[in-house]
């Protein structure tokens, strides 16, 4: 393991423009650098660099980070891959150390289940090749397949035995906890191996670890299925997963197209055979998860498809996903009985080349051969078809692309093209329209009730269906923390910011909301206790990447009070030196937050007053009036600081 003092150094030593200035072209933009973002498709500029916090970040598709981060998103690496890559490039010399058995228990558990996982493969791989019945049994048949050791050792090809036992002793008596062995999905509940007698097909993440794995059943059992995969695990997400991406990735990115298949057979055939650019989404219908991980490495899809009805719809719900995020999708039918896998083999790498070449359909194409196949030409499946592939245009982003389409599906069903046209703008009227009424129902859950008078807004406690937000207030707070934390507000006293805040929020501090906010305000907590300063590589160079995001979040978006405020006149004023004046935006932010509380608690009561006046309950009316005046009278008292706050 390498030491933490050796990771830190490499942090500190790693400047962010010229690691990411290997990668991406960037040019001088005020006190930073900008560059079209390497991680989502652009063509104007949004991924900004910082030098000066030593981080990036692109406002398009929100990654960011430091440059460990960088080079683990950018070239696929694990954290020490990406510490070590780094290291090598500023001739730093890594202090390793062996881990004791404490450190061992310390790492987390989702890399013990890599450590696990990988450990499963080997074993898998090992049980094939060096054992009589792996040999006999498993080699044999994917000999019989055509399968070269190559292949076999790519794609990691492995075999269990027929004993129910014998990986969860052999990997206990290895150290692995019995409870480890269950959460990664190797031992059933019941403690026995959950994979045996079958040949075994190794998942691997995109850079390459083994997740989980596939279990093929080779005797004719009818009780048993053909195919079992691992459960789904703290590392195993089936919908994010596809198989073959690792293997596939650098072809993809050659090629610039990723062809779909079904099963794990096709894709080592394909592979075999010279076609690398080939995944497996072993799954029904692709998922916005696999399909964007495709997307990192090309923007096009060819889906090879078998025409049974279950794999139309899936196909037809593909088409859509990909069109969605902006990505080109062609459609291939293997002819007669063939599956990719067969044909490959009769029809060779540059048969099967050109035969996708020459028969590639887009998705009217493709609607419209079904449509010829079906052999139901009435006037109802004909405008049913239509219809759905009105809906299916109006998911591309391109209008240009939209009207392309619209003009082939008008030629393709021989149909006028203004009415073909007229029924998109419809749909996508309606779309908007929702998309509308989603964003407003949003706004209105973020906005804040400046004026707290509930009796102007007896509809408040329809409102309330929505979450009350307090996300802007939370935010400021955090984001000065952040910045400034370790600041002094007064030389002479030695008090820092974070003491500061500290103190003023102390009566509402367990107020905070926002689950993520919450994290990263216990780190500021914590360090504060064990008096440590609170400063912006904590949170930015955090090892949680949530921790890290967020934080970037925060301190990378400019102050952004609801809009609300400037409405009632209390617009903040600009900061023309935002570092000289930390105090007073803490001051405000902690403001702001109180005012927010109270804001909500009168409301609170005043939903009651009203719900005990109704059951006559006088008392209780009484006193809860008391406690609403009392309120407002702080309400009250914390605008007046407010106002004094800004206007000082
Ligand atoms: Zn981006």
Known sequence: MIKKTSVDQVIDTARIEEVVGDFVRLKKRGSGYQGLCPFHQEKTPSFSVNPVGNFYKCFGCGKGGNSVNFVMEHEKMSFPEAIRYLADKYGISLEEDKMTDEEIA?????????????YAAQYFEDELKNTE??????????????????????FRLGYSANNRIKFTQKAMKDGYDLQMLKDCGLTAQSGNDFFYKRVMFTIQDVSG????????????????????????????????????????????????????????????????????????????SLTDGQVLKIKRFTNNVVMLYDGDAAGVKAAIRSIDIIHEKDMQVHLVLLPGDHDPDSFVSDQGASGFKTYIDQNAMDFIAFRQHLFAQSGQHDPVSKSQIIKELIESIAKIPD??????????????FKIDEEIVMAELNKVIRKEIYNQRKKEERQQRQNEEEWIADPKSKPQAQTDDLTKDSDVYQEKDILRVLILYGDKYIDEEEETTLT???MANLEPVIHTFNEDAYKKLLNIAVE???????????????HEDPDIQKTALDIISTPYEYSPNWSAKGMELQTQVLPEKNFEKDAMQAILRFKLKKIVKQCKDIYEKILQEDQEG????????????????????????????????
């Open 106 to 118: 310390e790492v987390k558990a989702k890399d013990n289940l890599h450590a696990l996982a990988e």
């Open 133 to 154: 019945e792996g040999q006999t049994i498993g080699l044999s048949y994917f000999k019989e397949r055509g399968y070269l050791d190559s292949t076999i050792k790519t």
């Open 209 to 284: 670890r083994p997740v989980a794995f596939a279990g093929r059943i080779l005797s004719k059992q009818v009780k048993a299925p053909k195919y079992i995969n691992s459960p789904e695990t703290e590392i195993y997400k089936k919908s994010h997963v596809l198989y073959g991406l690792y293997q596939a990735r650098q072809s993809m990115r050659k090629e610039d197209f990723c062809i779909i298949v079904e099963g794990y057979t096709d894709v080592l055939s394909m592979h075999q055979a010279g076609i690398e650019n080939v995944v497996a989404s072993s799954g029904t």
């Open 399 to 412: 209008a240009i692309k939209r009207t392309l389409y619209v003009r082939q599906c008008a030629d393709a």
């Open 499 to 501: 003491e500061f805040v």
């Open 527 to 541: 360090q504060y206790k064990k008096e440590l300063p609170v400063h912006k590589e904590l949170f930015i160079n």
């Open 617 to 648: 309950n006088t008392d209780t009316v009484e006193k809860l009036y008391k406690s609403f005046a009392k309120l407002t009278q702080d309400k009250t008292e914390v605008t007046e600081q407010l106002n004094a706050v800004i206007l000082e």
